[in-house]
């Protein structure tokens, strides 16, 4: 809860406090009027007729008393449902603002990751009409790939977000990588089972681009990476006949964990808090505690908006849809906190 969600409950106890305290004291007068009034009824009696017009006032003082004994029990019913009715509406008051905030700060982790995303789109598109990379795809001789993996090498030096860069023949082997001496293994493989690469060889012109799941892979330590991929195509042109494909791996976990693990939480929610990106199978593929990558699935219980928040038992979700970014669409993922009540 909020300081200010506390703060509200704890004025709403103080009025109750401060109120019973007051209609206690009124009762404690009025029962010692009371009984003031009866021992003067006792003495007016004894006094006879002389009595008589003490006994009136005393009478009245007894009522009197009894009316405002009435009245108190009824100021304390009243103050009682007023604050238990204040509570309740400061609650639910509270616990709305509290999951728009989450969901706003979930919409604000997926919106970082479209910016970053975007830019990994334009990369590929870019370097995919590199001479390095086109003439290594028209003629893949020894010289060709040494001058390509170069090449690509001194693009990873600038761009440290990528594990490796791949330039693929259209039968999908490998022809030349950013980094030969640290992935040894990847020129050569042959990546024509791959959705990346199959999409990416399909794709209409220059413009387009293709992104894989969020994943491992084996060929790359097992790394955890987001694929990015376009079709070389010939002179680098938007047009011109495709000869390859390159492929660029995004060093996903790094990257994804800052975005996580910057959340602007109140040092008190941290511990029961947990920050997450899911994948549009609601697969999550980041979380601030590092629990569950690519294993653990959240699904969602989502209204008719793109963003939202909802009570699930003890715990208080808030999650937003990717909205994109430019000319990025986005992938359907979701942005989503999870915070123990």
């Known amino acids: 809860m909020s300081m200010a969600g506390t703060d509200l409950f704890e004025l709403s106890r103080g009025v109750l406090d401060v109120a019973s305290k007051k209609v206690t004291l009124i009762e404690d007068i009025t029962r010692r009027t009371k009984m003031l009034a009866m021992n003067a009824l006792i003495e007016a009696a004894r006094a006879g007729e002389a009595g008589r017009g003490f006994a009136v006032v005393a009478n009245e003082v007894s009522e009197i008393s009894t009316q405002v004994n009435s009245i108190t029990k009824e100021l304390r019913s009243e103050i009682v449902a007023r604050v238990d009715h204040l509570t309740t509406t400061g609650s639910a008051m509270v616990q709305e603002m509290h999951g728009k905030r989450l969901a706003d700060l979930s919409l604000n982790m997926i919106e970082i990751i479209d910016r970053n995303l975007y830019e990994r789109s334009c990369d590929v598109r870019w370097w995919a009409t590199d001479s390095a990379v086109v003439d290594c795809a028209v003629d893949p001789t020894e010289e060709a790939r040494r001058h390509a993996a170069h ?27 950013g980094r030969p001496d640290r992935y040894r293994q990847a020129r050569g493989s042959n990546v024509a089972n791959e959705a990346w690469f199959r999409q990416a060889l399909a794709t209409k012109n ?18 955890v990476v987001a694929t990015y991929a376009t079709a070389i195509r010939r002179d680098g042109e938007s047009e011109g006949e495709v000869l390859g494909v390159l492929g660029i791996f995004f060093d996903w976990e790094p990257q994804a964990a800052a975005v996580v ?12 808090t947990r920050c997450l990106l899911l994948d549009a199978r609601h697969r999550v593929i980041a979380a601030s505690d590092g629990r569950g990558i690519l294993t653990e699935s959240l699904p969602l219980r989502r209204g008719a908006g793109s963003m939202g928040h909802y009570l699930d038992g003890d715990r208080v979700i808030g999650y937003a849809l990717t909205p994109g970014y430019e000319t990025y669409k986005g992938l359907g993922w979701y942005g989503v906190i999870v915070q123990d009540r």
């Open 151 to 177: 090449r690509l090498g001194v693009i990873l030096e600038s761009y440290t977000v990528y594990l490796d860069l791949w330039i693929a023949d259209r039968n999908g082997e490998v022809i030349a990588n």
């Open 261 to 272: 693990q910057g959340v602007r939480l109140e040092d008190t929610e941290r511990e029961r």
């Open 206 to 223: 220059g413009g387009e681009f293709v992104v894989g799941d969020v994943a491992r892979n084996g060929l790359l330590d097992d790394r």
